[in-house]
C-alpha cells in the first residue's frame, strides 16, 4: 500500500512539473512584430522655422532612441558654413540630436540643415528621411524653391551624392567663381534618388550647377569633380523643372615631370586631351643611339625609347604645338633594369566570330615576317592570314576567316617579330577556337523616331563595357551577330562633330556633351535566339 502511495505521488508530481512547463511555454512571449515606425520627432530647441535666430546650439528630441549614420555625407547645410557643425551623439544612442554651430552666420538670411537619412532609430536602423530644420537669421523665413534631376551625361546610372548648388548673381560673380567660393544655397541627391529639391530660397536670379564633389568642399576641381551647368539664368521665383547633365572635363593642359621607367625608356606623363607633343633632347646623344617617341596605348603618356648609353642626365624641351608653350626638365639617369620584349594575345581559348585576335608587344615592333608563323586548324590544314601592324596601339593584328567548332593553332618562331632595339621572339605557341552558330544569339535593331546622323550605336554589359559598337553616318540595318548568351544595354552616341567619338563638354567654353540615349529596358540574349528590337529615340 505504501509503495502505490508513493507511485502515486511520484505521478502527481511529473503532472505538476508538465503543468507548469506547459504554462511558462504559453506565457513565453513570441518577440512581436518588427519595428518598422522611424524614430518621430517631438521637439526642437529653438523650434523649427524661428526667425531672429541668434542660437549657437539646436537640439532634436525624438520619441525613441536613436543614433546617427553616415552624418558626415549625409547633413547638408545651406547655405555652406566655412566650419562644419559639430553634431552628436557619435558611436552611442540617445534621445536627441544636438547641433553646435562654430560659425557667424549671415544676416537675413534663411539656413535649412537637411539630415538626410543619417538619424535612424537605434534598434531596428529605421530612418526618419530627409528630416530639415529651418531657421533665419532674418525676420522671415524664405519660402521659394527649385526642382530638377540629375543625369550622367555617359553612364546610364547617375552618380550618387551629387551636390546642386546655386550661386547668386551679383557683381562678384563670374564664371570662376564655382572654382574658388561656396555657393549660396546647396543640396544633395544623396544615394536613392536623382531628383532634387533647393529650398527655402530668396528671390534673384542665379546660376545652378551640379557637381561630383570629390574633396567635398563645395567647390569644383576639374581633375577630379563631374560639373553639369545650365546656360540659362535662373531667375527666382519659377516653376521650371531642370534638368543638370553630368559629365567629366578633359582637364587643361598639364606636363608631369619626366622620369626613368627602364634603363631604355624614360616616361613623358601629361594631362589634357589630343595634345600634340614634340620631345627634343637638348643634351648631344651620339649619333649611334636611336630613339623613338610613342605614345602608351589607352594612357596619357609618351614613351621615349632609346639605345641605352653612359650618360648622367639629359636636358629635354617639349613642344605642346596646340598651345605654343614649351617646358624644359633635366631628367638624371637611374640604375634600372631594361624593359624586355613580352608579346600578349587577346585570346588565349575562346574566340567569338566577331572578334579580332591580335598580340600585344611590351616593346615597340619594327618588322614582321609572315613567313615564320604557322597557322593551321585541328585538321593540321593551313590558314590563310594577314597580319598587320598597328604602330599607335603597338600590336599585330592577325586577320583570318573562322569556322564554326573549329580550332586553331598558331606559332609564332624564332625572328618573326624584330622590336626597337633589334631583339626577336623565342617560339611561341597558341590555340584559338569557336563555338557553333546555335551557341549564341542574333540581335536586330530597328530604330524610329527623328534621327539626327551621325551617331553610334554600342551593345553594352549593365555595367556600361563596350562589347560590339557600330557607326552609322546614314541609316543602316544594325545587325549584331553571335553574341554570347547574357544581358545588354544599348546605348546611342549622337556625333554631332563626326569625329567617330563621343566627346564631353567643357563649363567655361559653354559646351555640353554629346548627347547619349538608353534603350530603356535590359535586352537579354540566349543561345540560338533571333531578336527583333526597336528602339524609339524619343522614348
Known amino acids: 500500500m505504501a509503495r502505490l502511495q508513493r507511485i502515486l505521488s511520484f505521478f502527481f508530481l511529473i503532472t505538476v512539473v508538465l503543468a507548469i512547463v506547459q504554462c511558462a511555454r504559453r506565457g513565453s512571449p513570441s518577440g ?9 520627432l517631438i521637439k ?9 535666430f541668434k542660437a549657437e546650439k539646436i537640439r532634436l528630441y525624438f520619441d525613441e532612441y536613436i543614433k546617427l549614420e553616415d552624418v558626415q555625407n549625409q547633413l547638408i547645410v545651406s547655405p555652406p558654413l566655412k ?13 536627441f540630436v544636438e547641433i553646435i554651430l562654430k560659425d557667424t552666420l549671415l544676416e537675413n538670411t534663411t539656413y535649412t540643415l537637411n539630415f538626410g537619412q543619417s538619424i535612424v532609430d537605434n534598434n531596428e536602423g529605421n530612418p526618419n528621411s530627409f528630416l530639415t530644420y529651418v531657421f533665419s537669421t532674418g525676420t522671415y523665413i524664405d519660402s521659394l524653391m527649385v526642382t530638377g534631376v540629375v543625369k550622367d551625361a555617359f553612364n546610364k546610372k547617375a552618380d550618387e551624392f551629387i551636390s546642386v548648388m546655386l550661386y547668386e548673381i551679383d557683381s562678384a560673380y563670374n564664371d570662376s567663381t564655382i572654382y574658388k567660393k561656396p555657393p549660396n544655397y546647396i543640396t544633395n541627391t544623396l544615394d536613392s534618388t536623382i531628383i532634387f529639391q533647393l529650398k527655402y530660397l530668396k528671390e534673384g536670379k542665379y546660376a545652378i550647377f551640379a557637381i561630383k564633389d570629390e574633396a567635398k568642399n563645395n567647390t569644383f576641381n576639374q581633375n577630379t569633380d563631374k560639373i553639369a551647368f545650365i546656360q540659362d539664368t535662373v531667375t527666382l521665383p519659377t516653376d521650371t523643372v531642370y534638368l543638370l547633365t553630368l559629365f567629366k572635363e578633359i582637364p587643361n593642359y598639364r606636363l608631369q615631370k619626366p622620369n626613368y621607367a627602364a634603363a631604355n625608356k624614360i616616361i613623358f606623363g601629361y594631362a589634357g586631351g589630343d595634345e600634340q607633343l614634340r620631345i627634343e633632347a637638348l643634351t648631344e646623344i651620339p649619333d649611334t643611339i636611336r630613339t623613338l617617341v610613342i605614345k602608351e596605348p589607352e594612357k596619357d603618356t609618351l614613351n621615349y625609347w632609346f639605345t641605352p648609353f653612359e650618360i ?13 608653350k614649351i617646358d624644359t626638365f633635366t631628367v638624371k639617369t637611374r640604375n634600372l633594369a631594361a624593359d624586355s620584349l613580352m608579346l600578349s594575345p587577346s585570346h588565349r581559348n575562346a574566340i567569338n566570330f566577331a572578334d579580332e585576335f591580335y598580340i600585344t608587344s611590351s616593346i615597340p615592333i619594327v618588322a614582321i615576317d609572315t613567313s615564320l608563323i604557322s597557322f593551321f586548324n585541328k585538321d593540321t590544314l593551313a590558314v590563310e592570314f594577314k597580319a598587320q601592324l598597328d604602330t599607335t596601339k603597338n600590336r599585330i593584328a592577325l ?33 584559338l577556337s569557336t563555338g557553333g552558330y546555335a551557341d549564341f544569339g542574333n540581335l536586330s535593331l530597328k530604330l524610329a ?3 539626327a546622323y551621325p551617331l553610334i550605336v554600342q551593345l553594352t554589359s549593365e555595367k556600361g563595357v563596350t562589347y560590339r559598337e557600330i557607326y552609322a553616318s546614314e541609316p543602316i540595318d544594325l545587325d549584331f551577330s553571335t553574341l554570347e548568351p547574357g544581358n545588354y544595354l544599348i546605348r546611342i552616341i549622337f556625333d554631332e562633330n563626326a569625329n567617330g567619338k563621343w566627346d564631353t563638354g567643357n563649363y567655361l567654353k559653354k559646351i555640353q556633351p554629346e548627347k547619349v540615349i538608353y534603350y530603356p529596358g535590359v535586352i537579354e540574349m540566349r543561345a540560338n535566339w533571333e531578336k527583333i528590337e526597336t528602339f524609339n529615340v524619343l522614348d
Open 32 to 40: 512581436g512584430p518588427k519595428d518598422t515606425t522611424p524614430p518621430v
Open 399 to 431: 586577320d583570318f576567316d573562322k569556322q564554326p567548332d573549329e580550332t586553331y593553332f598558331i606559332n609564332l618562331f624564332p625572328n618573326s617579330i624584330t622590336d626597337f632595339f633589334g631583339e626577336t621572339n623565342d617560339t611561341i605557341n597558341y590555340r
Open 312 to 324: 648622367d642626365s639629359i636636358n629635354f624641351k617639349v613642344t605642346n604645338e596646340n598651345l605654343a
Open 83 to 95: 566650419y562644419k557643425p559639430q553634431v552628436s551623439p557619435q558611436g552611442g544612442a540617445s534621445k
Open 449 to 451: 523616331g527623328e534621327i
Open 44 to 52: 526642437t530647441e529653438p523650434e523649427n522655422l524661428t526667425t531672429e
